[in-house]
């Protein structure tokens, strides 16, 4: 699961809580059945969260270690490759790039004033091992402000500018990439005071390479810039800019900006296998779940470094193999089956993004997805959480499920806040209807205590995890699944439109 940088659910709980009353497990297979789908769950999860994996990240040698296990298993399952690509016979690969920023430097001159903002008053970022651009008069290349427009009123014109422009919060980063995309060398926003200016930040954040803009950003504040120009001058440029006829002007000021970061471009690969379907021509069911964790995630002189992601998302994987087997096993299905583990789902989505760019089949006829991550928390007979309810044709299909299996219908709220941060988001976003379906989303007396306490730290070991919910979330999958695989039974043309 991505991490989220609202702490909705880290506060605030305490209050209504209610007493929880658990119903009897559902009971759609034998004790000994379950006993034995739990076993092998927890091999997977054992296997994948060891340290032998290290956490599990993309561009790491954990990477090769995961997806070797990954294609045994699901060769031993029975699935076949899904790449439509002999050369490849289970991977995709997903080419990324991860920046981080090393040092930056604005200086702007004026006549024979000439300051080197200091860092308290400056931040300046580039995805390039070295950015340089200088500009002002006597260079060509001209100093342009845009006030708080985004220069589209000089179409070409700005190509090779440097770009000033007034901070206007919501609006920024699309005024920026629209300044990008007008081919300014560099753009420099001018933010109220230190406070708003971003964090100078050192992590690492990485991107899929097909969606890297190349950038060069400066943020400067009001009194730094305003100290340069002169400050009469500048209120009276601001003030043009309120403005409704403003028009972009060219500055009597040199900017000469400098960055640096490390850089570290690597392919990683989405695992992709199938069980094709006995109906050819009609359509998909998708499951899917992410293979990638965060690596070593805590500080260098901690005694455990390796976050092992038992819960996130190993239990996911497992549950998917399981799931997978136990389709293969039974009676033929009609439409196909894809299984996908994505990387790069930690660092935003990545890997199902170069999957919807890229999919087996077009996403229109893929009629349901479904996304597994961390399962492996809720006790058997917990009621489950609907991730991705209201949004799409698969409500009528899956509110009978629920309905019928005696499960309950859990905290629907809970299950909303979590939409955005998982890998079925994407495929929705496309038009795929997409979902979560987990115990572990049910309610907050579950996940809080998970979120709390081990999620995203070197604690999400499998030593940990509680197998009951997953189990039922597996058999409410197979049953779902078998019905939407079924043409017969499952039209989504039929289906009521969102
Ligand atoms: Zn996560």
New binding site residues.
Partial sequence: ???SGARLLVTGLASLMLAACTPAPVVSVPVSERAAIEQRLMADITMLASDDFAGRKPGTPGEEKTLAYLETRMAEVGLVSGTNDPGSYWREPVALVGTRPLSGQLTLTQGRKRVVVPASDAVVFTPRRRAIATSGPGTGVPVVFVGFGDGSVLGDRLAGAVAVMLADPGRDTMRRNSLFAQRATAVVTVEPDAATLPAAQSAERVQLASDEVDTLAAYVTDAALGGVIGQGRWARLKADAQAPDFAPLELNLAVSIEATAERREFVSSNLLGVIPGNAPGSGAVLVLAHWD?LGECSPADAADRICNGAV??ASGLAVMLELARRLKAGAPLGRDIYVLATTAE?AGLLGVRAFAKQPPQPLSQIVAAFNFDMLALAPAGSPVGYIGRGQGPLDAVILAELASSGRGDGDAALADSFVQRQDGWVLQQQGVPSVLLSSSYGSRDVLQPFLGTRY?RPSDEAVQIELGGAVDDLLMHERLIRILADPARYQPSSAPQP
Avoid: L, V
């Fill in positions: 699961m991505m991490g964790h996130d998302n930690e995203h």
